[in-house]
């Protein structure tokens, strides 16, 4: 029933930001204790979690990612928004909203995704 859509442009140059778009439909981003999150996937690689915004509106980044991320919402739309600053080809990467919780013990769990959207970032 919950669905997640990602938008946002799919070439950022390098030195740019990053800014991408989830929308969240069939249920609340303030619903709790959902925590809406941001995973990428470079490509061969495995998932990399950036970070999230929760229910409260408290914010969590991954330490690799914090100096250059921001997480934010937008509760009248039900969106939430990645901003990632600075980027370099390194940022490549399909880009991914998800709904996460934490399971008993204390792991993350995450049962909505979005399908996705490739971020190539190129001069």
């Known amino acids: 029933q919950v669905q997640l859509q990602e938008s946002g442009p799919g070439l950022v140059k390098p030195s740019q930001t990053l800014s991408l778009t989830c929308t969240v439909s069939?249920?609340?981003?303030?619903?709790?204790?959902?925590?809406w999150s941001w995973i990428r996937q470079p490509p061969g690689k495995g998932l990399e979690w950036i970070g999230y915004?929760?229910?409260?509106?408290?914010?969590y980044y991954s330490p690799s990612l914090k100096s250059r991320t921001s997480i934010s919402r937008d509760t009248s739309k039900n969106q939430f928004t990645l901003q990632l600053s600075s980027v370099t080809p390194e940022d490549t990467a399909v880009y991914y909203c998800?709904?996460?919780?934490?399971?008993?013990?204390?792991?993350?769990?995450?049962?909505?995704w979005g399908q996705g959207t490739q971020v190539t970032v190129s001069s």
């Open positions: 915004i929760a229910y409260s509106g408290s914010t």
């Open positions: 998800a709904r996460g919780g934490v399971d008993s013990d204390y792991q993350p769990e995450y049962d909505y």
């Open positions: 069939g249920g609340s981003i303030t619903t709790n204790y959902y925590y």
